[in-house]
C-alpha cells in the first residue's frame, strides 16, 4: 500500500507531527510518499519523494496533515483520481479528520484495511468570466458575498428556472451536506447529515424577516444573479478559495458535481458523535 503524505508545510504543529507519522505507517508496510517540492520543508529517507504536483497512479491514498483547510485543498484532486482521502489534525477544529495528533497510533489499522469510506456529494459551480465560462467544485460551499464597503445587492435565486426568493443581503451560502457544519452553521443553517445529496441555501444577513434558509434536492439545479444598486459588487468563493468578481445579471449555476468525494473515518466513531465532541462542547 502506498500513502500520498501532504503536510501543511507552513504549520510547525503539522511538520512536527510527520516522524511519529512515517513510522506508524512504515511498521504497518506502508510507502509513504511526498512530493519533491516538500524536501525544503521536510526530509525523510523513508519517504519516496516524486516529482511534480500530480498524484501517482501507484498511490492508493491521501493523507493530509493540517486541518480541515487541508482536506479542503486536496479534495478536489482525490476526487478527480478516485482516491480516497484521509486527514489527520493538528489544527484545532479537525472537523472532517480521521485522527488527532496525539492518537497517531490509530493509523496502523489502515495497512489491515480496517477502516470505512464515507461518501460526499460535491457542488459544481459555474459562470461566465470576462465573457469566459468558468468552472470550480466545491465540498464545503459556494458563497457569493457582496464587497466592502458596497451597498446591498439584490440577489435572485431560481430553482431549475422557478424564481425562490429575492432579497437584499450581505450573501447567499450554497453548501454540501459536508459543508453544513462549516459556515452555513455559523450562519444559522441546519446540520445536515453528510452522506445525504442535497443542496443548502442559507442567506447572509438577508434585510428581511422571510428569508430563512432552505434545502433543495440534489437533483436541482440552482442559479443566482444579483441587479446592482448604487455600486454593489459581489464576489464568489469556492470553499473559501479563488474569489472572483460576478458581474451584475450574471447567472452563476450550482449543481451537483459528477465528481464524489471519500473520506476515510477509522472506528466506530459517528458524525454525531463528532458534532457531540467538537461542536457542542466548549472550544478548549
Request: glycine fraction near 8%; aromatic fraction near 8%; include cysteine.
Amino acid at each position: 500500500m502506498k500513502i500520498l503524505i501532504c503536510p501543511c508545510t507552513d504549520k510547525e504543529k503539522s511538520l512536527g507531527a510527520m516522524p511519529e507519522v512515517m513510522s506508524v505507517l512504515c511498521s504497518g508496510g506502508i510507502t509513504p510518499l511526498m512530493f519533491g517540492s516538500d524536501l525544503p520543508h521536510y526530509r525523510d529517507e523513508r519517504a519516496e519523494y516524486i516529482p511534480g504536483e500530480d498524484i501517482p497512479a501507484e498511490c492508493d491514498m491521501i493523507m493530509t496533515v493540517g486541518g480541515d483547510g487541508m482536506i479542503l485543498k486536496w479534495s478536489k484532486k482525490a476526487a478527480a483520481a478516485g482516491i480516497p482521502l484521509i486527514g489527520i489534525n493538528t489544527g484545532r477544529l479537525g472537523f472532517m479528520t480521521a485522527v488527532d495528533v496525539d492518537e497517531l497510533d490509530r493509523l496502523s489499522v489502515l495497512a489491515e484495511g480496517k477502516y470505512t469510506l464515507s461518501k460526499r456529494m460535491m457542488l459544481s459551480v459555474q459562470a461566465w468570466i470576462d465573457g469566459e465560462p468558468a468552472y470550480n467544485t466545491a465540498l464545503n460551499d459556494v458563497v457569493i458575498y457582496k464587497d466592502r464597503n458596497v451597498k446591498l445587492p439584490e440577489f435572485t435565486v431560481k430553482i431549475n428556472g422557478i424564481t425562490i426568493t429575492r432579497a437584499r443581503a450581505d450573501g447567499m451560502i450554497f453548501s454540501t451536506p459536508t459543508g453544513s457544519t462549516a459556515y452555513a452553521l455559523s450562519a444559522g443553517g441546519p446540520i445536515i447529515e453528510p452522506t445525504l445529496e442535497c443542496i443548502q441555501m442559507t442567506p447572509l444577513c438577508a434585510h428581511s424577516m422571510l428569508n430563512r434558509p432552505m434545502i433543495f434536492s440534489g437533483n436541482d439545479t440552482v442559479t443566482l444573479s444579483y441587479s446592482k444598486y448604487e455600486g454593489s459588487r459581489a464576489i464568489i468563493s469556492a470553499d473559501g478559495c479563488y474569489g472572483i468578481d460576478l458581474e451584475p445579471d450574471t447567472e452563476l449555476v450550482i449543481k451537483r458535481s459528477d465528481m464524489y468525494f471519500e473520506l476515510v473515518e477509522i472506528g466506530e466513531k459517528s458524525f454525531y458523535n463528532t458534532v457531540n465532541e467538537k461542536l457542542m462542547m466548549p472550544l478548549k
